[in-house]
């Protein structure tokens, strides 16, 4: 027996060796994959052709500005979710190509990206390496030489990826044309630009704020704006009023849109309230364009409360709030006179299938004229 029991202990020995060295073999197989698609995903982006943004901005009164009296142009660009690895490559590509071809098409003069840029979920992209996968899409945009803002989405900083928001924040501020800040003072990463007149009179504020992740871990629900930041917008909004009455005591409000990653809970209020009346106007809401496609219409938005939509309503200042998050979502509201509007994604990778979708992928165009009002429109990859 004794003999018997050792001969099936070192069959199970073998069994279990061998499953090992089959997931060490494996392991080290996506690991050599790994390299050999980072290298060919970074010879993609740092061959593609450079465009060059019409302006160049300074810094100044604390924040990046840019002089202009003709119209300003915004792209907004969401959910590019750069996977980076192994496994997502075919899907990488798509993603940048999505980018570049957007970004000729519109010219414009700011490119803004409302969060989820990469993706490190292992079993998609094959790592978990965020800031390599952020390394890619700075080096796509120095390749086209643009100027661009990012917002942070709850992707860009998993709890089980490698590098936390400091560490992707030094990576932008590393880039010749992101113009990534930080206030002092305030939860992560929230910073403005300006946009003047030769005056010297601003004509708009672009406000990037974080909504963070989850409110604990990474299967709970999803964070939003705290309260610090919502006293560092009402002041912001405040002294960018005190810079104009400077030059011109009768000047208006400075007017001013809000980019964040995670809906409002007032995207919720607002899309229900629309749905339950047959899809059309109400008091509170006006319908612009788009389509809610998440399951059964769902906005996930943001679940602690937080008071920052009526803030904007008392300050006066905040024309519209444009948020990425749910990816084929892409419709546009006007709610108490305060535009919410989700830009169209540009995911191939998150979403299972939707690299076959195509109704939701593209940009959204924000154009400012030199009184400071907008108009927006959505732009598709595939026209």
Same mark, same amino acid.
């Given at each position: 027996m004794a003999l018997r029991r050792g001969g099936r202990g070192k069959t199970a020995l073998a069994v279990v060796s061998t499953v090992l060295c089959i997931i060490l073999l494996a392991l080290a197989g996506v690991?050599?994959?790994?390299? =050999?698609?980072?290298?060919?995903n970074i010879r993609i982006v740092e061959s593609k052709e450079y465009i060059g943004s019409p302006l160049t901005p300074v810094m100044e009164d604390g924040v990046y500005t840019f002089y202009t009296d003709r119209e300003f142009k915004v792209l907004q660009l969401t959910d590019v979710h750069i996977g980076g690895g192994a496994f997502s490559v075919g899907k990488d590509r798509k993603a940048f190509d999505a980018v570049e071809a957007l970004i000729k098409r519109v010219k414009p003069d700011l490119v803004i990206v409302t969060g989820d840029i990469v993706y490190p979920v292992p079993f998609q992209s094959?790592? =978990?390496d965020n800031r390599r996968e952020t390394e890619l899409f700075v080096s796509l945009m120095d390749s086209l030489g643009v100027y661009y803002a990012v917002c942070f989405g709850n992707h860009d900083t998993e709890d089980y990826s490698l590098y936390r928001r400091d560490d992707l924040y030094n990576i932008y501020r590393s880039s010749k044309y992101c113009l990534i800040d930080r206030a002092e003072g305030v939860d992560d990463i929230n910073y403005a630009i300006n946009v003047k007149n030769s005056a010297g009179l601003i004509t708009q504020t672009f406000y990037m704020m974080d909504t963070h992740s989850y409110v604990a871990g990474f299967i709970d629900d999803y964070?939003?704006?705290h309260q610090n930041q919502i006293d560092w917008y009402k002041a912001e909004v405040n002294r960018m009023n005190n810079l104009n009455k400077a030059i011109d005591e009768n000047a208006p409000v400075?007017?001013?849109l809000v980019f964040i990653h995670i809906p409002l809970r007032e995207y919720e209020t607002a899309w229900k309230e629309y749905s339950a009346n047959g899809y059309k106007d109400t008091e509170n809401v006006t319908y612009y364009y788009g389509k809610a496609k998440e399951k059964d219409e769902e906005?996930?938005?943001?679940?602690?409360e937080d008071n920052f939509f009526e803030t904007a309503l008392e300050l006066g200042s905040t024309q519209g709030i444009f948020c990425g998050h749910d990816h084929v979502n892409f419709w546009s509201l006007e709610y108490k006179g305060i535009r919410l509007t989700y830009g169209m994604s540009i995911d191939h990778l998150a979403y299972f299938g939707i690299e076959n979708e195509h109704e939701q992928r593209g940009g959204t165009i924000i154009t400012i004229s030199t009184e400071g009002e907008m108009t927006?429109?959505?732009t598709r990859l595939k026209q």
């Amino acid at each position: 027996m004794a003999l018997r029991r050792g001969g099936r202990g070192k069959t199970a020995l073998a069994v279990v060796s061998t499953v090992l060295c089959i997931i060490l073999l494996a392991l080290a197989g996506v690991v050599v994959i790994d390299v =050999i698609a980072y290298k060919q995903n970074i010879r993609i982006v740092e061959s593609k052709e450079y465009i060059g943004s019409p302006l160049t901005p300074v810094m100044e009164d604390g924040v990046y500005t840019f002089y202009t009296d003709r119209e300003f142009k915004v792209l907004q660009l969401t959910d590019v979710h750069i996977g980076g690895g192994a496994f997502s490559v075919g899907k990488d590509r798509k993603a940048f190509d999505a980018v570049e071809a957007l970004i000729k098409r519109v010219k414009p003069d700011l490119v803004i990206v409302t969060g989820d840029i990469v993706y490190p979920v292992p079993f998609q992209s094959g790592t =978990i390496d965020n800031r390599r996968e952020t390394e890619l899409f700075v080096s796509l945009m120095d390749s086209l030489g643009v100027y661009y803002a990012v917002c942070f989405g709850n992707h860009d900083t998993e709890d089980y990826s490698l590098y936390r928001r400091d560490d992707l924040y030094n990576i932008y501020r590393s880039s010749k044309y992101c113009l990534i800040d930080r206030a002092e003072g305030v939860d992560d990463i929230n910073y403005a630009i300006n946009v003047k007149n030769s005056a010297g009179l601003i004509t708009q504020t672009f406000y990037m704020m974080d909504t963070h992740s989850y409110v604990a871990g990474f299967i709970d629900d999803y964070d939003g704006l705290h309260q610090n930041q919502i006293d560092w917008y009402k002041a912001e909004v405040n002294r960018m009023n005190n810079l104009n009455k400077a030059i011109d005591e009768n000047a208006p409000v400075v007017k001013s849109l809000v980019f964040i990653h995670i809906p409002l809970r007032e995207y919720e209020t607002a899309w229900k309230e629309y749905s339950a009346n047959g899809y059309k106007d109400t008091e509170n809401v006006t319908y612009y364009y788009g389509k809610a496609k998440e399951k059964d219409e769902e906005v996930c938005c943001s679940v602690p409360e937080d008071n920052f939509f009526e803030t904007a309503l008392e300050l006066g200042s905040t024309q519209g709030i444009f948020c990425g998050h749910d990816h084929v979502n892409f419709w546009s509201l006007e709610y108490k006179g305060i535009r919410l509007t989700y830009g169209m994604s540009i995911d191939h990778l998150a979403y299972f299938g939707i690299e076959n979708e195509h109704e939701q992928r593209g940009g959204t165009i924000i154009t400012i004229s030199t009184e400071g009002e907008m108009t927006i429109e959505q732009t598709r990859l595939k026209q």
